[in-house]
């Protein structure tokens, strides 16, 4: 079981997060001039990269807040966390 | 069985204390400090067991977890299946019985208890050997917190069951002062009798105490009989030894064959002997010392069959001294003997061919290939391993994150090295978890070894060739001894072409026993290169994957057992719902009164009993359970008009609507009611099932999309107790309790709501209603919900007001149409699916789910809606799930199907049975006949509109 560090709550176990799926993928506002592809681009499509990826956690079983971080897919570690709102970090 | 093996004198058993146990239907006995094994050894019984699948006799080959064949079934005091006797430790009035392969889980209730408890510390050594006490005395001194886990009974490790010597005195008394200075250590705990059987992600560490399993039915009842800790390290130092590897010959399986460092083990650690005719079949050094400390103690050993070209120099010498005939350049071939060996057969082994055999008459065989660490732990947490050729084994690669590896677990044998790697794995420790190594001194203070003879190379021998392949009685050389799988299996699979020791592992079951291969994986390794003509450290071993040891599902469940598996919610009405005899339906963890028989109804008599009530009189039901959201801030109205498909900010404070929430994809995922408490506040309800979801869902778009909506939520739900009032007499029970509210219909109009005291308490009453008829829903904190229920109960009681369950309330809602969000609705239907067009607001330019509305899928005029069916044999309950069909006969399939019965019951109201159903393009079809295919007959239904009851809304207002 990983260690998960909130950036609220410091480092918490992986059983006390829920995950939200690729962060920065922003609710498209005036949706109605999209076209049907670039909404169901939208809804239905994700990246899926092998390597780090930004992605959306949440304290569910603490703070119970958002926040993003940067996971490789291919090791699991998680190799940045930040908070909603703040920019995605460099990560080597 | 009277001869006694137990030697007179030495030992780490208390011989004062004398344990009576039972074994096969044996009446013996043995000491505190033996094992089942050991206990067995010293009554002279060496088979135990039978083999699986062959029914081979099997006996005791190791001393500890790894032992592959000594399985046993104890039946007092509690039946356990499938442990092995070198792990059991004896206690009095054990009874226990030898396993052909498998056990008998018990038929009646486990009373132990078992726990689970939590650690954190900043160095977990595991294993209490040299490495692993000096590991744990390092950090100790350093000042770090530090957990010390250990398998046995006692801390020593390896040195339990050696002669070895430390500053000049035997070295069990430095065990002993580690011991007793890391106990004095305020943050250090030393925890024996457990097992770290996992090693996960981020220094996470399970481990299994055993408590009371050594005391019998002595066992306090007040004391968890096991528990597992849950560890959390800033740094784990492994130190876990090793285990001997024997070599495969044919014939390996006969009790009295046994790895030489086990028989040490029992002469040294339970001073046993282990047979009074003994031969070492070796090549490596360490079984010379089971030679000369087995003769030393009065056994006779016939010969040492060295498979080496020359025996180590040291050993020869001690062997001549003791007129010990040592045997170079020769294996054993095979052996005789039905309950145990006899003889074992010897033969000259040069360039893979078997010269001819002599035979050695002995009881008791030795047998080591060399050893392997034990790198379980570390490779459970991907530690890279690497095959050292000069070991014939896997030992660990270059060190990961947040572990080190110590002692004979990294391949170094020698105990000055193995105490020195302690050290240094402890300094790796203190530096990985962030702690000064100040207070340490620059040179380490390890005591003083023995000069240790010189080591000649072990010869890596996988296994003896079979000297006899054509005797017809099958391979005999066994790999895996608990699933009987020989070399010839392993042959068979490599030979039908398979490649990966992954493969032949699932093949020939090797290695998937209750010891998981501790003795067999390597060596099947080797034989399939061997075989393969390959690097043995290209090819690798099979994963390592926890447990290391077994462990008991009760203890992996804990507490977490019965009424405490999972939290049950009650409502604040519950006792009063008990004592009426509702029967209750498990909702989420909610427990909701289903209905309430009265004298000998079963369900069907109940339930139309209750709508009847509700439909001409008065009912009453507790809703209590409902999802209740506080939504609070100026931005409030705003956050629902973008949730909701509907508009929510021109709700007038003191009204309520009804809402439907879609996800991103235009589904409904809730319901509810939504009232406006004042500008900047609104009360939503969700559906019973859904409450934290909808929650969270909430949660998720203000926190992440739309962070500048000043706009706070709260869960409400147990705060709020909520009774529906339903029927057309409700009206007069709620002015009965609710003196100072005008009930009238004009004052209190439906969908709105009113503050008012009901039965003198302050309530909120809404007029709202999930069944067509007049109805209310009386709010009241839930501390005085048993109060004002009983008071409405009372006030109803003229009017013959009647409590109903959730099975009620579905039949009345389904008379009218109203969906079951999770019933009629399974995530891929849509509000205009449901016919609910008119809950999607035109008005407003967003809201989620909107865009998907208009994608093409979503327009489909044969997409799935939710119709009425009415049986045309208005008997007939369709079973919800049932398929829907438009032929009337049931041609070669595939048959097309048009959709599914969503909801089905019979109906007081109308006289008949009825069903809702999503069925394709299902408004056109109004009228049609279609049918539902049974088990034997095909059901004709007719379709309807989904409202099958007071279409026009007249009963509302009463």
């Keep these: ?92 | 069985m009277t001869s006694s093996f137990r030697l007179p004198t030495g030992g780490r058993v208390d011989r004062s204390t004398e344990l009576a146990f039972t074994f096969n239907g044996e009446a013996l006995t043995g000491h505190r400090g033996d094992t089942l094994a050991s206990a067995l050894l010293a009554n002279g019984v060496h088979q135990v067991a039978t083999s699986v699948r062959l029914g081979r006799p099997r006996g005791i080959v190791a001393a500890g977890a790894e032992d592959p064949s000594a399985l046993v079934q104890v039946e007092e005091p509690f039946p356990e299946p499938m442990l092995t006797a070198t792990t059991v430790e004896l206690h009095d009035g054990l009874v226990a019985r030898g396993l052909p392969g498998q056990g008998r889980l018990a038929d009646e209730p486990d009373p132990a208890r078992y726990d689970a408890v939590h650690a954190h510390c900043d160095v977990l050594v595991v294993g209490a050997g040299p490495a692993g006490l000096t590991a744990a005395l390092t950090a100790a001194r350093a000042g770090a917190r530090v957990v010390l886990v250990d398998e046995q009974r006692e801390a020593g490790g390896s040195l339990l069951g050696a002669p070895e010597r430390l500053d000049g005195a035997p070295a069990l008394d430095w065990v002993a002062a580690a011991v007793d200075e890391l106990t004095a250590h305020r943050d250090v705990r030393v925890l024996q009798r457990t097992t770290a059987f996992g090693h996960y992600d981020d220094g996470f560490v399970l481990a299994l105490e055993k408590r009371t399993d050594h005391l019998g039915a002595q066992a306090p009842a007040n004391r968890a009989r096991q528990r597992v800790w849950r560890i959390r390290a800033g740094h784990v130092v492994v130190a876990t030894g090793a285990h001997e590897r024997p070599i495969v010959f044919a014939g390996n399986d006969r009790p009295g064959i046994m790895l030489a460092g086990a028989a040490r083990t029992y002469l040294n650690r339970y001073a046993v002997l282990p047979g009074s005719e003994v031969v070492v079949f070796t090549s490596d050094d360490a079984a010379y010392a089971a030679a000369v400390e087995i003769a030393d103690a009065g056994g006779h050993v016939a010969a040492v069959i060295e498979a080496r070209a020359k025996a180590p120099a040291h050993w020869a010498e001690e062997c001549a001294r003791r007129g010990i005939e040592v045997r170079t350049g020769h294996v054993v071939t095979g052996t005789s003997g039905t309950d145990r060996v006899t003889r074992a057969h010897v033969a000259m082994l040069a360039d893979g061919v078997v010269g001819p055999r002599t035979g050695i008459a002995c009881d008791t065989l030795l047998v080591s290939g060399g050893w392997n660490p034990t790198v379980h732990l570390y490779s459970q947490a991907r530690g890279r391993l690497r095959y050292d050729a000069a070991l014939g084994a896997f030992v660990p690669g270059e060190e990961i994150d947040r572990a080190s590896v110590a002692g004979s677990a990294t391949g170094e044998f020698t105990l000055a090295g193995a105490l020195r790697s302690g050290h240094d794995a402890a300094r790796r420790a203190l530096a990985s978890a962030g702690l000064s190594t100040e207070g340490l001194p620059a040179e380490p203070e390890l005591p003083v070894t023995d000069p240790e003879p010189p080591a000649q190379p072990t010869r890596v021998l996988w296994s003896v060739p079979d000297p006899d392949p054509d005797a017809g009685h099958g391979d005999q050389r066994f790999v895996d001894l608990q699933r009987d799988a020989t070399v010839g299996d392993i042959l068979r699979a490599t030979g039908a072409g398979m490649r990966s020791v992954e493969h032949v592992k699932r093949y020939t079951t090797i290695g998937t026993a209750h010891d998981q291969g501790k003795t067999s994986g390597v060596i099947a390794s080797g034989i399939v290169a061997e075989a393969l003509g390959v690097d043995v450290g290209e090819l690798g071993t099979t994963t390592f994957r926890p447990p290391y040891t077994p462990v008991a599902f009760a203890a992996l469940a804990g507490r977490d057992r019965g009424v405490l598996h999972d939290p049950v919610r009650v409502t604040a009405v519950h006792d009063w719902h008990v004592m009426h005899g509702a029967e209750f339906e498990n909702v989420g963890q909610w427990k909701r009164p289903w209905y309430y028989p009265q004298d000998g109804e079963d369900l069907e008599t109940a339930v139309l009993r209750e709508c009847a009530a509700a439909r001409e009189s008065v009912a009453m039901m507790d809703g209590s359970t409902l999802g209740k959201i506080d939504v609070q801030g100026p931005d409030a109205a705003e956050l629902l008009d973008r949730l909701y498909t509907n508009l929510m900010s021109s709700l007038k404070v003191g009204s309520v609507r009804y809402g439907v929430m879609c996800g991103l994809d235009g589904m409904v995922i809730d319901d509810g009611t939504v009232i406006r408490v004042a500008d900047d506040r609104f009360l939503v309800t969700t559906t019973t099932g859904n409450a934290a979801k909808i929650l969270d869902w909430m949660e998720e778009w203000v926190q992440t999309e739309w962070p500048e909506l000043r706009v706070h939520l709260a869960s409400v739900t147990e705060q709020w107790a909520t009774i529906p009032l339903v029927g057309p007499r409700s009206r007069d029970v709620l002015a009965a309790v609710a003196p100072d509210l005008d009930v009238s219909n004009d004052a209190f109009p439906f969908m709105t709501w009113r503050d008012t005291g009901v039965a003198g308490v302050p309530a909120r009453v809404c007029r709202i209603s999930f069944s067509g008829e007049l109805a209310y829903e009386v709010n009241v904190p839930a501390w005085d919900a048993l109060a004002v229920w009983e008071a409405i109960f009372a006030a109803g009681r003229q009017w013959g007001i009647t409590p109903y369950g959730t099975e009620t309330m579905h039949v009345l809602r389904a008379e009218k149409g109203y969906p079951i969000i999770g019933q009629e609705t399974d995530g891929t239907v849509t509000p205009q699916d449901l016919g609910m067009a008119w809950v999607v607001s035109k008005k407003k330019d967003d809201f989620v789910g909107k865009r998907s509305f208009s994608r093409p899928e979503n327009l489909r005029p044969d997409r799935k809606q939710l119709v009425g069916l009415l049986p045309v044999d208005g008997d007939v309950l369709l079973p919800e799930g049932g398929q829907v069909v438009e032929v009337d006969a049931l041609s070669q399939p595939p048959v097309p199907m048009l959709g599914h019965v969503t909801s089905s019951y019979r109906s007081a109201a109308l006289g008949r049975t009825f069903a809702l159903a999503l069925v394709r393009s299902g408004r056109e079809r109004v009228g049609q006949t279609l049918y539902v295919p049974l088990e034997d007959e095909l059901v004709p239904v007719t379709v309807t509109d989904s409202v099958l009851f007071d279409k026009e809304g007249s009963r509302r207002d009463g």
Aim: proline letters at 8%.
């Design chain 1, 1 to 92: 079981m990983q260690l998960i560090a909130c950036p609220h709550c410091g480092p918490r176990e992986e059983t006390e997060f829920h995950y939200g799926g690729q962060a920065h993928v922003a609710y498209p506002a005036g949706n109605a001039t999209l076209s049907d592809e670039e909404w169901g681009q939208f809804v239905f499509f994700r990246d899926n990269p092998k390597g780090p990826f930004a992605e959306r956690w949440v304290h569910s079983a603490g703070c119970r807040r958002w926040f993003n971080a940067v996971r490789d897919t291919a090791t699991h570690q998680i190799l940045a966390v930040y908070r909603q709102g703040e920019p995605k970090p460099v990560v080597a």
